[in-house]
């Protein structure tokens, strides 16, 4: 997408305007919970000052509009990860580089649209906030990534990184991969084939529905789900392939009936936000009765708006499940639930925790803040936390990590102690993938700065 800089520079202004900048130590993050400041606040705040300049990160996001609760959602993840980096000192950096220095967070609301993201790249970057971070849309991403690898062009001393955590369209680690780009979730055709190790052992299963939203990650997610269909279960009837505007539709309740009407077993989709809420919702209503294999069907409404219709029929992959069968996995839940005690808050993220650790080594690696020297980094870094283990891959700056796949079922039994948002439903684990086990190819041809 070409950038324009006079578009770019009059969205900043309004983006500016109204942008805020949160320290994420101590700060209570959803609008209705911000309170007045403490004095325990005033201490960390303190401390903060006494460790140096904070490193600013630029978090692009739905903030407002209709996928506003994600981009919410990633803020809470991010900043919290963001706040364990800074409660142990912060990033520990040479004297001339400014010493040990904190995170910061910065908000800038894309509003949903590749535009005002883009802008909002603009005004993070007049900000000098050079690490970005957005991950909800792959569209979006890979508008960013086109925009951060012309400024990287056109102004190598002031380069930006791109850090990705959600937008999983394979080919932008892939075929559009870049050295200026870094993705922490699995890419859909790994979150796919972990699907298809459950839906593959269903012989029952006859006929499936694929659904999605119409933009590049919808179509990435339904075209492999056909490809692994074809391979693994050829006995399996795909009844239809439909997509959906992204983002627009309020009424689901005729693509339930559709879906109904054809006889389909299962649907297949990859929808996310609203888009998946109100969708499992009016197929619930309608009287569906079959699976759902989905990629974020374990929060933000789904479950609660599934019910009991749902007990043992939704399925869901991610790279973490709180009911990871785990003591240390058990424990990093606990701990964000004391820090996010709301069950509308209940949405967490190993792979987001892990984003932040791997740029905290980084930095530490390369004793710098710049972005090359800490892209050169990045490369080889390797992570845990909490018993997760990642390590990013040199070739294409895929994050591999392990992948699980869950069951919905009714909370408060050994294997589901946890709920989600406190709607009485949680995941069982019933699927577990190595690092190794969920890696796949890649068809990367990596292009590299000279590392002077």
């Known amino acids: 997408?070409?950038?324009?800089?006079?578009?770019?520079?009059?969205?900043?202004?309004?983006?500016?305007?109204?942008?805020?900048?949160?320290t994420a130590v101590g700060v209570l993050l959803a609008a209705p919970q911000v309170l007045a400041q403490t004095a325990a606040q005033a201490v960390e705040d303190k401390s903060h000052a006494a460790m140096g300049v904070p490193i600013e990160l630029a978090l692009v996001e739905s903030l407002s509009g209709p996928f506003a609760n994600t981009g919410e959602a990633v803020f809470r993840n991010l900043s919290w990860a963001i706040e364990?980096?800074?409660?142990?000192?912060?990033?520990?950096?040479?004297?001339?580089?400014g010493g040990a220095r904190p995170l910061k967070l910065l908000r800038f609301d894309s509003k949903g649209q590749n535009e005002e993201a883009l802008a909002a790249l603009q005004a993070a970057?007049?900000?000098?906030?050079?690490?970005?971070?957005?991950?909800?849309?792959?569209?979006?991403?890979?508008?960013?990534?086109?925009?951060?690898?012309?400024?990287?062009?056109?102004?190598?001393?002031?380069?930006?990184?791109?850090?990705?955590?959600?937008?999983?369209?394979?080919?932008?680690?892939?075929?559009?991969?870049?050295?200026?780009?870094?993705?922490?979730?699995?890419?859909?055709?790994?979150?796919?084939?972990?699907?298809?190790?459950?839906?593959?052992?269903?012989r029952d299963l006859k006929k499936v529905y694929l659904f999605g939203q119409d933009?590049?990650?919808?179509?990435?997610?339904?075209?492999?789900?056909?490809?692994?269909?074809?391979?693994?279960?050829?006995?399996?009837?795909?009844v239809a392939e439909e997509y959906h505007p992204i983002g627009r539709i309020k009424d689901f309740a005729p693509y339930g009936a559709k879906i109904k009407a054809s006889g389909a077993q299962a649907v297949i989709?990859?929808?996310?936000?609203?888009?998946?809420?109100?969708?499992?919702?009016?197929?619930?209503?309608?009287?569906?009765?079959?699976?759902?294999?989905?990629?974020?069907?374990?929060?933000?409404?789904?479950?609660?708006?599934?019910?009991?219709?749902?007990?043992?029929?939704?399925?869901?992959?991610?790279?973490?499940?709180?009911?990871?069968?785990?003591?240390q996995s058990r424990a990093f839940?606990?701990?964000?639930?004391?820090?996010?005690?709301?069950?509308?808050?209940?949405?967490?993220?190993?792979?987001?925790q892990l984003l932040i650790e791997s740029v905290a080594a980084a930095m530490e690696k390369a004793q710098s803040t710049d972005p090359k020297a800490v892209a050169f980094a990045l490369e080889n870094v390797a992570v845990s936390l909490y018993g997760q283990q990642g390590h990013m891959r040199a070739a294409d700056h895929q994050f591999q990590q392990?992948?699980?796949?869950?069951?919905?079922?009714?909370?408060?039994?050994?294997?589901?102690?946890?709920?989600?948002?406190?709607?009485?439903?949680?995941?069982?684990?019933?699927?577990?993938?190595?690092?190794?086990?969920?890696?796949?190819?890649?068809s990367c041809q990596m292009q590299r700065p000279s590392a002077s």
């Open 125 to 202: 970057r007049d900000a000098g906030a050079y690490f970005v971070l957005q991950g909800n849309s792959s569209a979006t991403a890979e508008a960013i990534l086109n925009a951060v690898e012309k400024n990287n062009q056109r102004t190598p001393e002031q380069s930006m990184l791109f850090l990705n955590y959600s937008a999983v369209d394979p080919a932008l680690t892939n075929e559009k991969c870049s050295f200026w780009h870094f993705r922490f979730d699995a890419h859909a055709n790994m979150r796919m084939n972990a699907l298809m190790d459950v839906l593959q052992a269903d």
């Open 333 to 352: 839940y606990q701990a964000f639930r004391e820090r996010f005690p709301r069950p509308a808050d209940d949405y967490v993220h190993m792979r987001m």
């Open 215 to 238: 933009y590049s990650f919808g179509h990435a997610v339904l075209r492999e789900a056909r490809r692994q269909l074809e391979q693994r279960r050829p006995d399996i009837e795909i």
């Open 1 to 22: 997408m070409v950038l324009r800089k006079k578009r770019w520079l009059r969205a900043a202004g309004r983006l500016r305007a109204g942008m805020l900048a949160i």
């Open 269 to 327: 989709t990859g929808n996310w936000g609203n888009d998946l809420t109100l969708f499992v919702k009016a197929a619930n209503e309608v009287g569906f009765n079959g699976n759902f294999y989905t990629f974020y069907g374990n929060a933000l409404g789904a479950p609660a708006a599934i019910g009991d219709a749902g007990v043992g029929k939704v399925i869901a992959v991610a790279d973490w499940l709180p009911n990871n069968p785990t003591t």
């Open 402 to 442: 392990s992948l699980l796949v869950g069951r919905m079922q009714k909370s408060g039994t050994e294997a589901v102690p946890f709920d989600v948002e406190g709607s009485g439903y949680g995941f069982e684990v019933i699927q577990s993938l190595t690092p190794a086990q969920a890696e796949m190819p890649q």
């Open 84 to 97: 364990r980096v800074n409660a142990r000192g912060g990033v520990h950096l040479p004297a001339e580089q």
